[in-house]
């Protein structure tokens, strides 16, 4: 990326966004890197904010002339379990504020588009060990449905107009520096709160419910990484299949209790049971290893150490 280049993230104030943001801007100079949010303040004062409606278009094509905008990290939209609450208002988001990056590229205004998918978009009859990149995918939740459909419109706009989107299909992701945002995954950061808090959680999960997890670290490096990978090396351009470690509540709980010898969880399964039981166990991410040399760092040891060392940090 050149010195001329500008990088604007859509939806910084998500859990991913703020991580993002902040890497970005110790690789690249802050200027160069603009945070918007749907809201109108940020708390973020190291660099530009712009207060941005993802599906006002007009809005975004003048952020875009604005700033001279290079790349798009677009990251704004509504996750699994609040999706199922607002099925009409999260195919809206996360849909309509798609298109109007892809038409943004599309016209030229932008070189590079990044947006994530996600394991929702596979679904009870994908198989569930080692899930393949390519393989059956029947999403049974409003968010599995509007990532697929969006993996379809991502490679359908760089093999139509040769549009250099890119794009991971996440696991669930874990981090202690923002609160989690309305995900079926959102467990494995609750439990640590509750664990240095009240010492017990009741997870909404069972207890041998095995899902593809990773730390948020390993979750911005690929991000960054596929974003600054030769085009050349890259084979997929609907999403690339990630994987960190796979692990169940009763499992991470072991891990806490190592370091907590009192604490204890319970298990009280809402409606997310179902969401979780949809998804794969394990992902076989080969092609990103392949392509552009992904390879994660975190196990579950080392995430429970840093999480629990961080958040019992003063702040």
Same mark, same amino acid.
């Given at each position: ?116 998918? *996600? #394991? ?10 080692? +899930? =393949?990149?390519?393989?059956? %995918? @029947? ?95 890259? *084979? #997929? ?10 692990? +169940? =509540?009763?499992?991470?709980? %072991? @891990? ?60």
């Amino acid at each position: 990326m050149s010195a001329n280049d500008r990088i604007l993230v859509i939806g910084s104030a998500g859990q991913i966004g703020t991580e993002l943001v902040t890497r970005l801007r110790e690789i690249y100079k802050p200027h160069q890197v603009i945070a918007s949010d749907i809201r109108a303040e940020s708390t973020d004062l190291s660099g530009p904010y712009e207060k941005l409606n993802v599906l006002n278009a007009t809005e975004v094509k003048e952020i875009l002339q604005k700033h001279k905008i290079t790349e798009v990290y677009l990251l704004a939209a509504m996750l699994s379990a609040t999706g199922e609450k607002q099925p009409l208002a999260a195919w809206d988001l996360n849909m309509n504020g798609l298109f109007h990056i892809l038409e943004a590229a599309r016209e030229g205004q932008i070189q590079k588009l990044y947006w994530p998918s *996600s #394991i929702a978009v596979f679904g009870p009859t994908t198989p569930k060990i080692n +899930t =393949p990149q390519l393989t059956i %995918t @029947e999403p049974s939740t409003v968010y599995g449905i509007s990532k697929l459909a969006g993996e379809r419109w991502c490679e359908y706009y760089f093999n139509k107009y040769g549009t250099d989107v890119r794009s991971l299909r996440y696991p669930g992701l874990i981090s202690w520096k923002s609160a989690p945002g309305g995900g079926t995954t959102d467990y494995a950061v609750h439990i640590f709160h509750e664990a240095l808090k009240n010492g017990k959680y009741t997870c909404f999960l069972t207890e041998n419910t095995r899902l593809p997890m990773m730390y948020m670290p390993d979750g911005i490096r690929a991000t960054i990484d596929i974003m600054q990978a030769s085009a050349s090396r890259l *084979s #997929i351009r609907s999403s690339y299949n990630l994987a960190g470690i796979s692990f +169940t =509540p009763a499992e991470i709980a %072991t @891990e806490i209790k190592k370091h907590l010898p009192n604490f204890e969880i319970s298990y009280a399964p809402d409606f997310r049971q179902a969401i979780a039981e949809s998804w794969p166990e394990s992902i076989n991410d080969s092609l990103a290893r392949n392509d552009w040399g992904w390879n994660h760092e975190y196990n579950l040891s080392k995430i429970t150490t840093d999480m629990l060392q961080n958040l019992r940090a003063p702040k």
